[in-house]
């Protein structure tokens, strides 16, 4: 059985208090002059794997955003390392087997890697990177080949968008409860609820861009301030 090259562990993060009280501009601003060089070295760390990273990793990148659907990054993580031997050839059973007492739904998402698997070595030959490439400078139109792909499971907008992210892809906002709630406290959006549509995801994104470049913050680096902001570290 073949076996993935095992990705680099995530360099150990500081920790900082979590922010209790709304998310402000000042807040922002002091966050990201405190952390901006940690921000930009795990970004740095995403575009090496776009760079560098072989098929194999790509394809592990998409399995962890299957796992955090509905989910913690943690969770996300903890349940990639169970199944890493399993990603490339495992059968659904032992991927199930693998993933119970890690992930919330061991079952569902042990269905999402086989389904997805089966249609991407049908459609691409698990080519992701060549895949991926192809859609040239039309990043929109890339990720709605990954959310509208009917073979491939578990990707909607927010997790197509991380998945983009977490390879080195620039330019996707992670449209989630951290960040929902950040922009709702900003008073950029009315409220924190997760949107359902392509459109509304567009609108809440555009909205996002727009109050980055106002405060003359890299956009991507701006998604990982809200996160760390909410969550106290800077992870994936």
């Known amino acids: 059985m073949t076996r993935l090259r095992r990705a680099p562990k995530l360099r150990k993060r500081r920790l900082v208090k979590k922010e209790k009280e709304p998310v402000t501009v000042e807040k922002i601003l002091r966050t990201h002059a405190e952390r901006g060089d940690e921000i930009r ?3 740095a760390e ?12 790509l394809w592990e990148e998409m399995v962890f955003c299957f796992f955090t659907g509905g989910c913690s990054a943690r969770m996300g993580l903890r349940s990639v390392e169970a199944v890493r031997p399993l990603l490339r050839d495992g059968a659904h059973d032992d991927l199930m087997n ?11 998402r042990a269905g999402y890697i086989v389904a997805s698997r089966d249609f991407l070595q049908e459609h ?3 080519k992701l990177r060549e895949k991926l490439a192809n859609f040239g400078d039309n990043h929109l139109e890339r990720r709605d080949w990954l959310v509208r792909e009917k073979g491939i499971k578990g990707l909607g907008y927010k997790e ?6 977490n390879i080195g892809l620039k330019g996707y906002a ?6 929902l709630r950040s922009l709702a406290e900003l008073k950029i959006i009315d409220e924190a609820k997760p949107p ?9 994104e555009r909205q996002f861009q727009e109050f980055s470049h106002r405060l003359n913050i890299d956009f991507d680096e701006m998604d990982l301030v809200l996160w760390s902001l909410k969550t106290g570290e800077i992870l994936k």
């Open 41 to 43: 070295a795990r970004l």
């Open 174 to 179: 992670i449209l989630d409860k951290h960040v």
């Open 124 to 126: 691409c030959r698990l």
């Open 196 to 204: 359902n549509t392509r459109s509304k995801y567009l609108t809440i």
């Open 46 to 57: 995403f575009e090496a794997v776009w760079q560098s990273g072989t098929d194999e990793r």
């Open 98 to 108: 693998a993933l119970v007492g890690v992930h919330r739904y061991p079952r569902a």
């Open 160 to 165: 197509a968008s991380h998945f983009l992210r």
